[in-house]
């Protein structure tokens, strides 16, 4: 059989033989090179550093001469494996497919890009709105508390400022707004949250009403004393209670002995009139709690002090009773079942909505009403007057002082040792609530 004889006129032995044999000649120049390298590089090698440029040559080379080694040893064994190719037969032509002429791209397109830019950004924007929304656990404004706690809010009151004291009640701290200046805007404050309780759904039917909040330094201890002397002011009979006996503060606010108080009745150390005192407003009367008990979530949950509440409910128009904390001790709990509403105090502060969330899940474990939510602590700035202009929450961060969980959340007990170095009216001068 003959050799297949390709186009040119050469037979494909012959080709490849021809290009074994310039592979060869190449092989055999790429030695007289590799040699030439190294002779060079032999030389030069005590002479100067830049041997070792040439080296990594001739190393370069002599991957090439050992490429093209193979590629011959490669064409030779296949140059050996031929030995007659078959007869060529009928060959079958196709068509090639000629290019078409195409078209000029002109760009780049300015309006179609920027819609697609602003598109992306406007999809990233909105996401991370979206998820710096749900990071936010913080409330915003009066609607988004009633809807997440399913409460009213009963008012807003304004940071208490100090700054002037009636010479005539230097006794009573200078909190009590509604005795210092009962014509400002935060007495007036107080004087909506007691409207707010007079005429609630539940405002007939109410006697005894539980002041808390979720955590220390909302306030509670301030709108209590500050509530009760708006009532009385309203010519109701009014007794205020000091129920926390872990920090009682009733009795220095107003400035009164409180030796013996509430505790001292539970454990039948001290009659009802021993413990009642006068308050600086006609239609007043206080309860201070007395020397803390080593066990006052045993006292508060006795029978003895339901019997107590009874018999002040004959006595007196409306009771209001000052408790520690719902989320830093028991005590509280053990109120909330036996009276007619609890009113929850929260200070805005960031991520508030679990604590206030876990507050009022306590009270609800207890079987309590909550009447309402009192907002404490709002800045000036954040608009909050007569207008009912209310603006975003956020701007009611600023406060004079920093209030955080961890001064006394969790062992609210040890506020009672250093409660006397913190009733000044000095103190109170800075905004800094109980």
Same mark, same amino acid.
């Given at each position: 059989?003959?050799?297949?004889?390709?186009?040119?006129?050469?037979?494909?032995?012959?080709?490849?033989?021809?290009?074994?044999?310039?592979?060869?000649?190449?092989?055999?120049?790429?030695?007289?090179?590799?040699?030439?390298?190294?002779?060079?590089?032999? %030389?030069?090698?005590?002479?100067?550093?830049? +041997?070792?440029?040439?080296?990594?040559?001739?190393?370069?080379?002599?991957?090439?001469?050992?490429?093209?080694?193979?590629?011959?040893?490669?064409?030779?064994?296949?140059?050996?494996?031929?030995?007659?190719?078959?007869?060529?037969?009928?060959?079958?032509?196709?068509?090639?497919?000629?290019?078409?002429?195409?078209?000029?791209?002109?760009?780049?397109?300015?309006?179609?890009?920027?819609?697609?830019?602003?598109?992306?950004?406007?999809?990233?924007?909105?996401?991370?709105?979206?998820?710096?929304?749900?990071?936010?656990?913080?409330?915003?404004?009066?609607?988004?508390?009633?809807?997440?706690?399913?409460?009213?809010?009963?008012?807003?009151?304004?940071?208490?400022?100090?700054?002037?004291?009636? %010479?005539?009640?230097?006794?009573?701290?200078?909190?009590?707004?509604?005795?210092?200046?009962?014509?400002?805007?935060?007495?007036?404050?107080?004087?909506?949250?007691?409207?707010?309780?007079?005429?609630?759904? $539940?405002?007939?039917?109410?006697?005894?009403?539980? +002041?808390?909040?979720?955590?220390?330094?909302?306030?509670?201890?301030?709108?209590?004393?500050?509530?009760?002397?708006?009532?009385?002011?309203?010519?109701?009979?009014?007794?205020?209670?000091?129920?926390?006996?872990?920090?009682?503060?009733?009795?220095?606010?107003?400035?009164?002995?409180?030796?013996?108080?509430?505790?001292?009745?539970?454990?039948?150390?001290?009659?009802?009139?021993?413990?009642?005192?006068?308050?600086?407003?006609?239609?007043?009367?206080?309860?201070?709690?007395?020397?803390?008990?080593?066990?006052?979530?045993?006292?508060?949950?006795?029978?003895?002090?339901?019997?107590?509440? %009874?018999?002040?409910?004959?006595? $007196?128009?409306?009771?209001?009773?000052?408790? /520690?904390?719902?989320?830093?001790?028991?005590?509280?709990?053990?109120?909330?079942?036996?009276?007619?509403?609890?009113?929850?105090?929260?200070?805005?502060?960031?991520?508030?909505?679990?604590?206030?969330?876990?507050?009022?899940?306590?009270?609800?474990?207890?079987?309590?009403?909550?009447?309402?939510?009192? +907002?404490?602590?709002?800045?000036?700035?954040?608009?909050?007057?007569?207008? =009912?202009?209310?603006?975003?929450?956020? =701007?009611?961060?600023?406060?004079?002082?920093?209030?955080?969980?961890?001064?006394? =959340?969790?062992?609210?007990?040890?506020?009672?040792?250093?409660?006397?170095?913190?009733?000044? /009216?000095?103190?109170?001068?800075?905004?800094?609530?109980?």
């Amino acid at each position: 059989m003959e050799s297949q004889i390709a186009p040119d006129g050469l037979t494909v032995d012959e080709r490849l033989e021809i290009r074994r044999m310039a592979m060869v000649e190449e092989l055999a120049s790429t030695d007289l090179q590799v040699k030439e390298f190294a002779r060079t590089a032999k %030389e030069l090698v005590e002479k100067s550093f830049s +041997v070792r440029t040439q080296l990594n040559n001739a190393s370069l080379i002599k991957d090439k001469q050992n490429s093209i080694q193979a590629m011959l040893n490669g064409y030779t064994d296949k140059l050996n494996a031929i030995s007659l190719l078959p007869q060529a037969g009928q060959r079958t032509l196709k068509e090639l497919n000629l290019p078409k002429s195409g078209g000029q791209f002109a760009g780049p397109h300015l309006l179609p890009y920027a819609l697609s830019g602003a598109a992306l950004g406007f999809l990233l924007l909105a996401g991370l709105a979206v998820l710096m929304d749900l990071a936010d656990l913080s409330y915003r404004n009066p609607e988004e508390i009633a809807n997440n706690l399913g409460v009213p809010v009963l008012g807003h009151i304004p940071i208490i400022d100090a700054s002037r004291i009636d %010479e005539n009640a230097q006794h009573v701290d200078a909190s009590i707004t509604s005795i210092h200046h009962s014509k400002g805007r935060v007495s007036e404050a107080y004087r909506t949250v007691r409207t707010g309780l007079y005429f609630s759904q $539940f405002g007939r039917d109410l006697k005894v009403v539980q +002041v808390t909040s979720p955590v220390p330094g909302d306030g509670k201890s301030t709108l209590s004393c500050n509530l009760a002397v708006s009532m009385a002011q309203s010519g109701r009979r009014v007794l205020l209670i000091d129920a926390d006996f872990r920090r009682p503060r009733i009795g220095k606010i107003f400035g009164i002995e409180d030796d013996v108080g509430v505790a001292s009745i539970i454990t039948g150390q001290a009659e009802l009139d021993d413990v009642t005192h006068r308050g600086p407003v006609a239609n007043l009367s206080l309860m201070p709690c007395g020397k803390p008990p080593n066990n006052p979530a045993e006292l508060l949950s006795s029978q003895h002090f339901v019997d107590l509440i %009874e018999l002040l409910k004959e006595k $007196f128009d409306f009771i209001l009773i000052d408790t /520690p904390p719902l989320l830093a001790v028991s005590d509280p709990g053990a109120i909330a079942g036996i009276v007619d509403g609890v009113v929850l105090t929260m200070r805005l502060r960031r991520n508030l909505k679990p604590l206030a969330s876990r507050a009022l899940s306590t009270l609800e474990s207890v079987g309590a009403q909550c009447l309402g939510v009192v +907002v404490n602590g709002v800045s000036a700035e954040a608009g909050y007057g007569y207008d =009912y202009n209310y603006n975003d929450y956020r =701007y009611a961060y600023k406060y004079a002082n920093d209030y955080r969980l961890g001064h006394g =959340y969790g062992n609210y007990g040890s506020y009672a040792e250093d409660a006397g170095s913190t009733a000044s /009216p000095s103190a109170n001068k800075e905004g800094k609530p109980s």
